[in-house]
């Protein structure tokens, strides 16, 4: 799994085993992005946002040769302890110089919020004519439930945008800074994607909305839980008691200038 970085987001603390549980299915619905790939054997390959390395795996057994950087230390943890080399790294200072065939980022790159210095970052560490393939979260992403943190928050008087830790560009707005940084977009879309969750929707607050839930004491943050999966119950649960979360994904597949 490319794993989420944390970017901008110092309220957002990653840990592995409570993201195993809520999020797996996080690097299995990353599996699309390694036929947009096209990878070689042999190839070496940036990691980009790796997370616990479930994804990264998955590259070095096809053949690639895999660093894998993510700011989250824990999660670097997890993937070294897999035999992956990792790296904690921030991907908005990606200190590579030419060294990758391609570049691979899943479910990360909305967790920075310098998407330029992001991308100045990828082009440097790619060499000419490499590839980026990359999943994010899109224009839309996770909208009902924005909204009802939003809700939530701004009940208790609290400033919900200023909590927001979340980047979700429009196709058109991040093909831009992809060829102001020097690409060419072979291919760029938003795909709604409903996603199934293995559990109830607190377990998926917990994991990726910290930076929200932080904004309340401890004491109170069940409460917010509560009030956030009440207002969502209607749009996001059926009649079993399972919950999906609205995602929209901005898939995409950029070459460096030869």
Known sequence: MAGN??????AQHWDPQRYNKNAGFVAELGAPLLDLLQLRAGERVLDLGCGEGALTAKLVDAGAEVVGVDASPDQIAAARARGLDARVMSGEALTFDGDFDAVLSNAALHWMLKPDAVL????????????????????????????????ALEARGLDARSA????????EAYQAKLEAAGFSVDSIALIPRPTPLPGAIGGWLETFAEAFLKQVPPA?????????????????????????????????AARLAD
């Open 220 to 252: 109170e943050r069940d409460g917010l839980i509560d009030a956030v999966a009440e207002r969502l119950r209607p749009q996001l649960c059926d009649s079993e008691g399972n919950w999906t979360a609205d995602y929209v994904r901005l898939r995409f």
């Open 120 to 151: 100045q970052g990828v082009a440097r560490a790619l060499k000419p004519g490499g590839r980026f393939v990359a999943e994010m979260g899109g224009h839309g992403n996770v909208g009902a439930i924005l909204d009802a943190l939003m809700v």
């Open 164 to 171: 927001n830790p979340w980047y979700f560009p429009t196709p």
């Open 5 to 10: 970085d944390q970017e901008g987001t110092a």
